[in-house]
């Protein structure tokens, strides 16, 4: 738990502000924003209950063979799944995980849904990888500290807050993990840094993807390394959460650099949170639309301390941000500002619809605790 407040907080506690100083990407043409995520009428209500915390740091839209689909909900920081049916708006089923025991898991951190009636769990501190049915009994285990490795290995995370995900390719398991303190406190170059795991569970061995840092990002700042990854359409993507730059690589040895900027926040030049100058200037998450072909990057906006409101509620419910939209040429085509106190950024899903976002904010005035509300967001193009 100490661990992942201090992942949590280690957003809050570093700003960035960086001079915008090139607005083309890595080999593309002027950017051309005309694209918009636009507000439908369209929500989903959750009816749910004193069990369920109003809050997740891994939610997970899941379709089933027969076509019906599911929301895979974390109920805040526990140790509990909530599975609702988005069709019915029902929960349906909570999946209570144990912590100590023969079905002992850790304390959850986040998920992967294999099927319906398997997940694998991540959890704090544990340098194992759970695999899990739907009634919380542990099927087996993957414990990687036991493999013969090169380089210290940390505990897994599989969050979507940061969008850290599990991923399969070539037979093997990459799994994403925030590196020890002491690697990049020691004076270890930060390209030498790395944070993914290559899993091979039939020679029991494990070495990490051949991927770090951008080489000066701590000589600005004391920037925590925290970042997203993820594998889509056989491609690795790494998202540096204080940093303009986008990483993908096919092969996992060439990379290629992508120069993200946003139009709305300045990210990448250290400001002390406890002068007052700003808070959780970030680059909070990439993720994928695979349904449109696009990517969403989720951008934390400078704040000013506000009265009656702590870090911790500006870093779980940041006050002003934006989405920047690339297509699936890591092109940006857009950027969209939200409204101040509406939404909770960090409550995302996406299905063939469209971008799901959480009304579950509780300083949105309209903020019921008794119910998970979220709104689907389109795509639109200005001549449309």
């Excluded at 993957?142 to 505990?155: P, V, W």
């Excluded at 469209?354 to 795509?379: A, W």
Aim: hydrophobic fraction near 35%; include cysteine; glycine fraction near 6%.
């Amino acid at each position: 738990m100490k661990n992942l407040f201090t992942i949590t907080f280690a957003l809050v506690l570093f700003s960035c502000n960086i001079a915008l100083k090139d607005n083309k990407l890595s080999g593309t043409a002027e950017l051309l924003y005309s694209t918009n995520l636009v507000p439908t009428n369209n929500k989903l209500r959750f009816k749910i209950n004193n069990n369920i915390v109003n809050r997740s740091i891994c939610l997970i839209p899941y379709t089933a063979s027969d076509s019906t689909n599911y929301l895979y909900y974390l109920s805040g920081y526990t140790n509990k799944i909530c599975i609702f049916n988005i069709d019915s708006q029902k929960l349906i089923k909570t999946i209570n995980l144990e912590q100590r025991g023969p079905n002992g898991v850790g304390h959850v951190n986040g998920f992967e849904i294999i099927s319906k009636d398997s997940l694998f769990i991540t959890s704090n501190f544990m340098r194992k990888l759970y695999l899990i049915n739907s009634d919380g009994k542990l099927i087996s285990h993957i414990d990687y500290s036991k493999y013969k490795q090169g380089y210290n290995i940390e505990a897994p995370n599989s969050r979507t807050f940061e969008n850290m995900r599990i991923g399969y390719k070539d037979s093997k398991i990459y799994l994403p993990f925030y590196p020890n303190g002491n690697a990049y406190y020691n004076g270890t170059s930060p390209e030498n840094v790395h944070f993914v795991a290559i899993l091979d569970t039939i020679t029991k061995t494990a070495k990490t993807l051949n991927i770090g840092f951008p080489k000066d990002y701590w000589e600005k700042g004391d920037y925590p390394a925290v970042l997203g990854f993820f594998i889509y359409d056989e491609t690795f993507y790494v998202n540096y959460i204080y940093n303009n730059k986008i990483t993908s690589s096919i092969d996992g040895e060439k990379w290629k650099e992508y120069n993200i900027p946003s139009k709305y926040a300045r990210i990448g030049k250290y400001i002390d949170p406890h002068q007052g100058a700003g808070v959780c200037t970030n680059f909070a998450r990439l993720v994928v639309d695979p349904y449109r072909k696009l990517f969403y990057r989720f951008v934390c906006h400078e704040q000013s301390p506000i009265e009656g409101r702590t870090i911790r509620d500006l870093v779980r419910y940041p006050k002003k941000f934006s989405i920047i939209i690339l297509n699936n040429k890591m092109e940006i085509i857009g950027e969209t500002k939200f409204p101040y106190d509406i939404y909770d950024m960090h409550g995302y899903f996406i299905t063939k619809e469209g971008l799901y976002l959480s009304l579950s904010n509780p300083f949105n005035i309209n903020y019921d605790e008794d119910l998970l509300e979220f709104q689907l967001f389109k795509t639109l193009k200005d001549e449309e």
